[in-house]
């Protein structure tokens, strides 16, 4: 079951389309330099997230988001972090198994007719395109490598990437945290919770701050949305959750910006204004397209290295 109605675009690759909508008519942002990428320094976890590439990301590159009730995918042009087509979303197979998830990802990249790079989400530790942990998916992904599972169904290059992680750099680049100095906090408040980190532009991977204890268990258990859906919490009992979580992370991060993500961020008016924080927190502005789109860019980064 799909939720898009666009049909296949024409076949395009990485790098094509010469950074459209530079500088041209078709931005919708105020802004029309690309944004820049920085290298990402000494920091040199996972050749996936790496970012290798100077200057400025553009062109059209596919990205794919694999959540735990959804498998979305697009091409986006990089030098907006706008999708370049209506996003395709098939339904997660259940169970989902390494080979049944990577198919569906073919169908979706197949949708599109797209034979370049892709990058690809993947909701757990992802070390050199291998899953290292796989906290709400099938425990079958755990080593299982993704970029070379999701590669063979889709027939091309892949390069595989935490959710949080690409979700937090396309904020940086497009999103909240778009044009902000220093140190920048991105959480995902979803099934599960995701963290990245991004200073100066250099993406540090597999922050993996959601599973600090909280009150004796592991915080997302308390203070992600599904927990909060599960045990039936009102705002503000899930915001004094979420307080002292963020609390905990302020005092051990002291981030200059705090940018809360996943589908909850849409009705951030209920529950930020609730938190007392000494760190400016906001809600993310790219809402559930931010992992399609900080895939797509590291897609292109890891193309270029
Ligand atoms: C995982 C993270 C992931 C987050 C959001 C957590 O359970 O450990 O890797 O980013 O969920 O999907």
Redesign the pocket.
Known sequence: MADAAQPSKPRRRAGEGGGAGVGGDGLTGEDSTPPMVAPLGGVRPSPAVANRQDGAVQGIAFGVDV??SGIKGAPVDLATGELAAARFKAPTPQPATPDAVAGVIGKVVAHFGWDGPVGCT????VMQGVAR????MDPAWVGTDVAGVVGAAVGAKVTAV????AAGLAEVLYGAARGRDGLVLVV?L??????ALVYEGRLIP?L?L??IELGGVDA?TRA?AAAREHQGLDWERWARRLQRYFRALEDYLWPELIVVGGGVSRRADRFIPLLQLRTPIVAATLENRAGTVGAAVLSQISAGG
């Open positions: 959540g735990g993947f909701p757990g530790v942990t796989a906290a709400n935490n959710d949080a992680d995902t979803g099934t599960g919770i995701g963290t597999n993996e959601g599973h997302e992600s």
